[in-house]
């Protein structure tokens, strides 16, 4: 487990083993007498390192060959564009999204740039504090956009909706964290710096049959059906954060995969939630059904506890606690490789100041 | 030095105090009890490596502060499309460029999905084994584009021209291998996975008075000016290839900059041409004055002897010597990294073989 309490909301704490294996593998890769950082993107070694690494998202996710596996570069806001670039129709195009934070907002934008889009479901004017539910979407619609977890505000979509046109998700800051019936998306995307590696990556899953109708010129960087193609090789990948990301996909799948992640996840969520409900000094950002299992945002309801409770975690070790700037307060978040015992630290913490 | 000759076109070889560096920071960074992988991009401590690594370029560069340095994501083949996203006028958009490559002509290909470019010079028809020179650029084009080192065909741009628009330069292959006036360009972008880093980040370096004058709707992610805006967060970059890269800037910048690299650089080109012109077996790809002093691209005359030179140098312990598929033959890639007594090896194998 990690030296310090690390809750940060990401980049996060990946497995111990990654930051080994990944530091020795800048040392020597393979037993080649040549670094990770110096060996060509095309050698024999990390063509392997790419291959394993799309092949084991396919694995986890339990998807089949309709489906193709890319990393690419650029984070999660690139896809913020590349998604209405690869799906939405020129001339009339027109999407709906749904708007629950930061990250969606932003994915809003880049849409509005290239087609009409249709907002169905916000909470933005209750500050993000839920996830919107009642909504339709027709089959006018090019696709549908979801974020499934809310890193900033500590929301997360429990079910998805059905809806009559291609489902896509930002997955960013929960993917791998429980066990969902990925079939039911046509394309999803994750930044990989939460559940799947360091920063540099993005991980992109898309169903091959929806790419190539739009009648739209694509840049070819931002273009799905190129980078399938090269099989993710159309120019140089971000060679460092694949391995660290092909490592840490590694580290869960020998841990039980999914399945025995959201068990952990849901513990630890259910420990310190329990604990907030509890204690009168806390209340938590978001209630009820649609709190994160990811991201708990809270905060203290007597601000001027705040210097003793701040001096507390800190001297426990704790680190990455403060609340994201628009929202104030704290935050934990909790991704895959936060042990319970970090949890616990953190819930004693809260316990004793009385 | 490396523990074997490592001559590969990119990723490529790094001064050994970087891969120490960053593998204990993968370990520890700073100090912190944390790695380099899990802290958050706006923590103090990262923050700071990313304004000393924009900073460093400057100061290597000579360039004042009209000029502002960006890390990105997605590669140098992502800055093929921002480059006209940014500065190609909308409606009547027209650039001039060279075809000096494959990668130069990936940028044509880009620019040309935006509006009116011209080849004025290219080497294509000759299998892109000189650098064109006879070219006038007016007033009319946006701007000028050419790559200054051609990885693939080793070829190199002594001299950049005169152009009575905006100079644009692709450097990702010889950037900081040599003394250039910095200044005579608008804009210079390069994928660090050369002479500044691994693979995952790249470089832009532009004039800032030269940005939002096309009255394009640009994605928010292709916007130079946002990025400058955000001071290069404008979302969460790649870490650990910046911190990479800043310490191979470091690295640069305590060995006598980038003067140093380039009296080593010659100095390496030299003792490799000298063998490969006064030794009948062999015989370079491109003659004259336009060889590539980072790219010594050539062949054996006589392919019978070819098992025998390529057990030869795999025997001596080089590694990534052969050519890229397009070209065929052999390419020692002499990047600033790269001891001048790793050259000498391979001399010493090419003398042997008679």
Not at 25 to 47: P, T, Y
Not at 136 to 153: E, Q, R
Request: net charge negative; aromatic share 10%.
């Amino acid at each position: 487990m990690s030296k310090k309490h690390n809750f940060s909301a990401g980049p996060c704490i990946l497995p111990q083993e990654v930051f080994q294996k990944s530091a020795e593998a800048i040392l020597d890769f393979n037993g080649s007498g040549l670094s990770l950082l110096e060996i060509s993107h095309r050698s024999k070694d990390f063509v392997a390192v790419m291959d394993e690494a799309r092949a084991i998202v396919k694995r986890l996710m339990k998807l089949g060959d309709d489906y193709e596996v890319l990393y690419l570069g650029g984070g999660a806001s690139l896809q913020f564009a590349m998604v209405p670039f690869n799906l939405m129709k020129t001339g009339n195009g027109k999407a709906a999204y749904t708007d629950t934070g930061t990250w969606a907002a932003g994915a809003i934008k880049e849409g509005k740039k290239l087609g009409t889009v249709d907002v169905v479901g916000s909470s933005k004017e209750d500050n993000y504090s839920f996830i919107p539910k009642k909504y339709t979407v027709g089959s006018d619609y090019d696709y549908f956009h979801c974020t499934s977890n809310n890193t900033i505000y500590g929301t997360q979509m429990r079910e998805f909706p059905k809806v009559n046109t291609l489902l896509v998700c930002d997955m960013s800051s929960d993917i791998f964290s429980r066990v969902i019936d990925f079939s039911q998306f046509d394309l999803i995307y994750a930044g990989a710096q939460k559940n799947m590696g360091p920063a540099g990556a993005t991980l992109v899953v898309v169903k091959k049959e929806i790419l190539g109708k739009t009648g739209r010129d694509i840049p070819s960087m931002l273009d799905y059906s190129l980078h399938i193609a090269k099989e993710s090789m159309y120019n140089t990948p971000p060679v460092f954060p694949v391995y660290a990301s092909l490592l840490t996909l590694q580290h869960l799948d020998k841990n039980g995969g999914i399945a025995a992640a959201e068990v952990q996840n849901e513990a630890k969520a259910k420990l310190l939630y329990d604990e907030i409900d509890r204690n009168a000094l806390f209340e938590t950002f978001c209630n009820g059904e649609d709190r994160s299992l990811m991201n708990a945002t809270f905060k203290l309801l007597d601000d001027t506890r705040k210097e003793e409770f701040d001096n507390a975690w800190k001297a426990a070790g704790i680190s990455g606690l403060n609340g994201h700037r628009s929202v104030g307060g704290y935050r934990a978040s909790m991704y895959n490789a936060l042990p319970i015992e970090s949890v616990q630290v953190l819930v004693d913490v809260m316990k004793n100041l009385n």
